[in-house]
Structure formats: structure tokens, C-alpha cells
């Protein structure tokens, strides 16, 4: 943002994940996340973002609009069904083609790889952190037994320490 802009001119931006592994174990095609205040679940709040993960595995695509559909099948098979599809894949092949601009292009095999060197960073607890509350949050909301969910955190973390303090802060609230 530019001095002086205000927050709310912010451009809308779309940040899209493509994994060819399901990121959440749920077989569901897209996963769109939202940002909310800790705490004040109910409160979102506009970043001016969109983060979307498109699981390139998933198998059960009922129920998604016919867009989402195109925009998989384009992902999994470079095919070209719809004018926002033949967009994509115009403004890839613009990317991959331009020398100045190829260096910014990222194959899901180098974004995987970037991941992968982001996790080995000390920043990424705050992301574990997120994803153990979101386990404890769902095996709560769907009454799954604590030994499971233990075995899952532990696999997470292996501090018992940390574990306990996730467990005091989002399982037993």
C-alpha cells in the first residue's frame, strides 16, 4: 500500500495453493481460508485477500460449481474448457515464455520444495500451532477420542510440554 492509502483501497488479491496431496485429509477439492481474530472466531477480517488451496487428488467434485470444476481439470490436465481457462493458461504460458518474468513462475514441484525449506524454519511453529488448534478444535466439534488426537499432535510436536499447553488452551477451554 502506498503512503496515505487507505486500507480499504487495498487491491483484492487471489493467492492460490495447487497440491497434488490433500493438505487436510478431507477429499474435498478447494479449501478456502479464512482469517479471523483469535479469540472472536466470528469476526473475519478482510486482508483484501484470498487464499484458496485446490487439492489436485481430490476425487469427489459433486457439488462444486462448474468453474472450480475447469479450473481442477485445467490444473490435472492442462485442458482448455472455458474462457477463463483459456485465460489461465494463456497468462502461464506468457510467464514461462518471458525471461524477466520466468524466474517469479513457480511449478507445484518448486512451490512444494519452498514449502518444504519454510518448514525447517523457526516461523513455521506459529503454522503447526495452527493446524494442532485446528485438530483439537475438530476432534472436540466431533467428539473423537483424546488418544487419537494425542497421536496426532504428537506427530506434530515432540515436546509433551507444548502439547499439554495446546491441549489446556484449545481442549479443555
Not at 3 to 21: H, M, P, V, W, Y
Not at 40 to 68: C, H, M, S, W
Not at 81 to 89: E, G, I, Q, R
Not at 131 to 152: G, P
Amino acid at each position: 500500500m502506498a503512503a496515505g492509502q487507505s486500507f480499504n483501497e487495498r487491491k483484492q488479491t487471489l493467492i492460490a495453493f495447487l497440491c497434488d496431496f490433500d493438505l487436510y485429509g478431507r477429499n474435498r477439492p478447494v479449501y478456502k481460508l479464512k482469517t479471523t481474530v483469535e479469540g472472536q472466531e466470528d469476526i473475519l477480517v478482510d486482508r483484501g485477500e484470498t487464499n484458496v488451496i485446490f487439492n489436485l487428488k481430490a476425487t469427489d467434485l459433486a457439488g462444486l460449481p462448474v468453474d472450480y470444476v475447469a479450473l481442477l481439470t485445467y490444473f490435472n490436465t492442462g485442458q482448455v474448457s472455458d474462457d477463463f481457462t483459456a485465460a489461465v493458461d494463456q497468462e502461464f504460458r506468457r510467464l514461462k515464455g518471458n525471461d524477466t518474468r520466468r524466474e517469479y513462475f513457480m511449478s507445484i514441484e518448486s512451490i512444494i520444495t519452498l514449502a518444504e525449506s519454510y518448514a525447517r524454519q523457526e516461523g513455521y511453529d506459529e503454522g503447526r500451532e495452527e493446524a494442532a488448534k485446528l485438530l483439537i478444535e475438530d476432534a472436540v466439534q466431533n467428539q473423537r477420542d483424546l488418544d487419537s488426537l494425542l497421536t496426532s499432535l504428537k506427530a506434530i510436536f515432540k515436546d509433551q510440554a507444548h502439547i499439554d499447553e495446546l491441549l489446556t488452551k484449545y481442549y479443555y477451554r
